[in-house]
């Protein structure tokens, strides 16, 4: 089992998740809420699955490839999965307009070339009163500055980590993608990290105190993944950031 950010999984067939934590994907459950339509895109092994389910959630999901753990999730949790790359599925075939009261994306807008696109693309499945769910780390976290600072970083690390990983946000960034895409972001949520580890390693550096009190005052330069809720908009008002 996992640590840190990701100690909300509890051991279990499915990978539980505790949602009192205060991981992401604790606070998207929190942000779902109960006895909603859901589209998760990007299943995983099915992490969200049972929790979502108990809060009286009916779930439809995307995913590449299943492996049999999210296989086995799959039937007991989901009403169906459909198989295949967003990007590529003709959405029309498988789902009406306004069908899903939340679309869920945790950790999958950097995973895309052209994210704005898609977030343009699932709008019409949204109902008249649903929103998404969107999960993205925060590349200009003081660890990743500090590994920038001290000549440790190496993109090829980050690949080798998360070889999907081919977009980087800030939170500025984060605002202009949702805007451009038609969405008014009504809450954003902060998973924090604390500063003065490396962000590949996790260890300790060896910083001066003046340097880290540098790197602390930055704005949210201790948030390492946002979590945000947003609704399709006509007239999107941008964050202000």
Do not use: W
């Not at 279990?12 to 205060?22: A, D, L, S, W």
Request: charged share 25%.
């Amino acid at each position: 089992m996992q640590s840190g950010i990701d100690s909300d999984l509890e051991e279990g067939p499915y990978y539980r998740i505790n949602p009192v934590k205060g991981s992401a994907r604790a606070r998207a459950i929190r942000l779902i809420g109960k006895n909603k339509r859901v589209l998760e895109i990007g299943t995983c092994r099915g992490f969200l699955a049972e929790p979502l389910a108990k809060l009286g959630n009916t779930i439809t999901g995307i995913e590449i490839d299943i492996d049999p753990v999210a296989g086995e999730c799959a039937e007991r949790y989901y009403e169906r999965i459909v198989t295949g790359e967003v990007k590529l599925l003709n959405l029309d075939q498988y789902f009406h307009t306004g069908e899903f009261d939340c679309i869920l994306l945790l950790d999958v807008l950097d995973r895309l070339t052209s994210p704005e696109n898609i977030l343009k693309k699932i709008r019409r499945y949204i109902s008249g009163h649903g929103f998404i769910v969107v999960s993205i780390p925060n590349f200009c976290h003081g660890n990743v500055i500090l590994d920038l600072m001290s000549g440790n970083f190496h993109s090829n690390r980050i690949i080798q980590q998360h070889p999907a990983k081919i977009r980087f946000f800030s939170l500025k960034s984060i605002a202009e993608l949702f805007s451009e895409a038609g969405y008014d972001i009504l809450e954003l949520e902060r998973v924090k990290r604390n500063v003065g580890l490396s962000a590949h390693t996790g260890t300790k550096e060896r910083i001066p105190d003046l340097i880290l009190s540098i790197l602390k005052e930055i704005p949210d330069s201790d948030s390492y993944e946002y979590v945000i809720k947003a609704r399709p908009a006509d007239n999107p008002i941008k964050l202000i950031v």
